[in-house]
């Protein structure tokens, strides 16, 4: 079981990155998703999450209306798009899943940690 991020990188303020978060060893929709991120220097901290069925999303308020999370789960991958980013935006991404009752999904909550990638935002 496990989960892959992928599609960091370096952009200039302002700029667009799409992350994907890929799963394997389990059926990705039965389960909640989410994004973490975490800043050097700083505590993990929650960016949004998608329903089992991508139906619903919810975003933190630091994020929303610049990032959109969705998912294909005939693919088995869940997406992180990111426009008009800023350098407090950056930090290593990370995708995690929850138990499929689970949504929103709170940090405590997660059973799936993905490993993370890394976005920097320069100015």
């Known amino acids: 079981v496990q989960l892959q991020a992928s599609g960091g990188g370096l952009v200039q303020a302002g700029g667009s990155l799409r992350l994907s978060c890929a799963a394997s060893?389990?059926?990705?929709?039965?389960?909640?998703i989410g994004w973490f991120r975490q800043a050097p220097g700083k505590e993990r901290e929650g960016v949004g999450g998608i329903s089992y069925n991508g139906d619903s999303t919810y975003y933190a308020d630091s994020v929303k209306g610049r990032f959109t999370i969705s998912r294909d789960n005939a693919k088995n991958v869940v997406y992180l798009q990111m426009n008009s980013l800023k350098p407090e935006d950056t930090a290593v991404y990370s995708c995690?899943?929850?138990?499929?009752?689970?949504?929103?999904?709170?940090?405590?909550?997660?059973?799936?940690w993905g490993k993370g990638t890394l976005v920097t935002v320069s100015s």
């Open positions: 995690a899943r929850g138990p499929p009752n689970h949504y929103p999904l709170p940090i405590d909550s997660v059973d799936v």
């Open positions: 060893g389990f059926t990705l929709r039965y389960y909640p």
